[in-house]
């Protein structure tokens, strides 16, 4: 049984994993910016090394936070449906309709599908 705590508990792990994801994207192109300065400025390679793994693994935390937050959006869906059936009204259902809205635009501009 969906509940109206559980629909806002739903609704801010999904804005919480779209902020995680801006915040890995910023991290990536300030750390690839870093790499190619220790490039181009010719840093021991030890350090641009280390550097390129620093990058690596940012990059790697995209495509978890792809996969986590289309997992948080499907489970967002069924819950507003379960608690739209049972002809809830309010505030937090307006909400997680606007969430559900805005995820799925940055997946329609990111070119991911849900």
Known sequence: MATVRSLKIKTGTCRRIIK???SYEKEVEREAAKTADM???GADPYDLKQQENVLSESRMMIPDCHKRLEAALADLKAT???LEESDQKGVEIDEAR????EVERFFESSGSET
Do not use: A, D, Y
């Open 20 to 22: 995680e994801l801006h």
């Open 39 to 41: 490039k181009q400025k």
């Open 80 to 82: 507003l449906v379960e």
């Open 98 to 101: 606007s969430t559900i809205m």
